[in-house]
């Protein structure tokens, strides 16, 4: 982990938690205060299982799900709510009856886009967009834009935590928000009120994880 106070949040679920490093970290659209840590969720089974089961609850019964979208690295959490939603008897308009698992390429102008092969599974499909979480809202904007681009419909909007009620028009269904923390801030990077007390950057962060600096 990034040195720093960590701590966790806790839920009644015994594999449903998040692991936060209080520090001063960077990331390609900001500076924030606070680390979040979804490695396991996304990697874990019993983790991913947890959360999938939290965020199907968030959708009722007439929620059109066709494909859920992963994005940072969430096919495993992915995989597993679009087990739960099959379970649950939500409709699809799918010929197959089933729901589709997929993720985004990403272009060198941080553009998503989806190779002809893809395409079906988001053209004429209500999509659910699933990301590690929603702070900046830049990627899932992205994403939510690329799917009306490709002639999808967005069914909502899902992740772990974020610091956004709503994105693009959208509510954010997130298990975790900015309350549960002590104190979460986001900064501009050109304006860092850290950077400017001389404080260093303990790490750079993304959805893959932590480099400590």
Excluded: W
Excluded at 71 to 91: H, M, P, Q, R, Y
Excluded at 175 to 193: A, G, N, V, W
Aim: glycine content about 6%; proline content about 3%.
């Amino acid at each position: 982990m990034p040195n720093g106070t960590s701590y966790k949040v806790k839920t009644k679920q015994k594999n449903l938690f998040l692991r936060v490093t209080k520090g001063h970290f960077a990331t390609s659209h900001s500076h924030i205060n606070h680390y979040i840590d979804v490695t396991t969720q996304k990697t874990r089974l019993s983790e991913a299982k947890a959360v999938a089961k939290e965020l199907v609850s968030y959708y009722n019964q007439s929620t059109i799900v066709d494909t859920v979208l992963c994005l940072d690295g969430t096919e495993v959490i992915g995989t597993c709510l679009a087990n739960e939603l099959t379970k649950s008897d939500f409709l699809n308009m799918n010929a197959h009856q089933t729901i589709y698992v997929a993720t985004p390429e990403h272009t060198s102008g941080s553009q998503l886009l989806f190779r002809d092969n893809i395409v079906p599974m988001i053209q004429g499909k209500h999509v659910l967009v699933l990301a590690a979480s929603v702070t900046t809202g830049y990627t899932v904007q992205a994403a939510a834009e690329a799917i009306g681009y490709y002639g999808g419909y967005v069914a909502g909007i899902s992740a772990i935590f974020t610091t956004m009620e709503e994105c693009m028009g959208h509510p954010v269904r997130a298990i975790f928000q900015t309350k549960d923390l002590e104190d979460y801030k986001t900064y501009p990077s050109h304006d860092c009120p850290l950077c400017k007390k001389g404080e260093k950057i303990d790490a750079l962060v993304n959805s893959f994880g932590y480099s400590k600096l």
